[in-house]
């Protein structure tokens, strides 16, 4: 079973729609979760993060946590073209000598159709 | 300010030669990280310094030597690389205790001839 699952896509949703990004996690513990948007050939950019049970918004962007169902969600509302791209879900692990390390999904390729 | 630098942006280097990657960051973070990631894969963990110490080597091969020369600058030297250890090498940081939000450089891209 994979850490952290998302599916690929692509999820297509045409402009100033919303659009739902799921991921589920395995490890029961984790306590941090993100969210990163990956377009091609450049670098993750943080976009969310999230902690606590339930919502968490920010500008057009909620990202939901349900730590019992293992579960965590990414909506974008009014999607632009702007918003295509590769969204990564990221759960972290404290590390013993200090740090985190990142798991990533595999990643879900959105496109914002005009 | 959420920035971290990579240099350079691109390199190519055949078998034999050495080089390396640098990696600033000016937000008092104080883990830093180095991750790979190939075409259409998520990134994967290399190495994590946290307080200028190494603190997982996630069984890459000595191929790789991270070094952390001090709290703001983390560096990759790279040596007799293979064409698979192709891909882009993404340097993060975090503040290392409480908020765990990672933030990426732009990454380097790496070409082994």
């Known amino acids: 079973q994979k850490e952290v699952e998302q599916n690929s896509g692509p999820l297509s949703v045409p402009e100033g729609a919303i659009a739902s990004l799921n991921c589920t996690y395995s490890?029961?513990?984790?306590?941090?979760f993100f969210w990163y948007r990956q377009y091609s050939g450049k670098s993750p950019e943080l976009i969310m993060s999230?902690?606590?049970?339930g919502d968490k918004e920010d500008g057009r962007f909620t990202a939901q946590l349900n730590k019992a169902s293992q579960y965590v969600s990414l909506l974008i509302r009014d999607s632009q073209p702007s918003d295509s791209a590769t969204y990564l879900c990221?759960?972290?692990?404290?590390?013993?000598?200090?740090?985190?390390?990142?798991?990533f999904g595999t990643g879900t390729q959105l496109k914002v159709e005009l | 300010d959420t920035e971290v630098t990579q240099t350079p942006k691109h390199l190519v280097m055949g078998m034999t030669n050495k080089k390396s990657l640098k990696c600033e960051q000016h937000?008092?973070?104080?883990?830093m990280y180095w991750y790979k990631q190939k075409a259409k894969k998520p990134p994967e963990l290399m190495f994590v310094?946290?307080?200028?110490?190494?603190?997982i080597n996630e069984s890459v091969p000595s191929r790789f030597s991270p070094e952390c020369p001090n709290s703001s600058l983390l560096n990759l030297h790279l040596h007799a690389l293979q064409p698979e250890d192709s891909a882009l090498y993404l340097c993060?940081?975090?503040?290392?205790?409480?908020?765990?939000?990672?933030?990426f450089g732009q990454g380097t891209r790496l070409t082994v001839v």
């Open positions: 990221a759960v972290s692990q404290g590390l013993t000598g200090g740090g985190n390390k990142l798991t």
């Open positions: 999230i902690y606590s049970n």
């Open positions: 310094y946290s307080y200028e110490k190494l603190s």
């Open positions: 993060a940081s975090s503040p290392g205790t409480g908020r765990t939000e990672a933030f």
């Open positions: 490890d029961r513990g984790s306590q941090s």
């Open positions: 937000m008092g973070h104080r883990a």
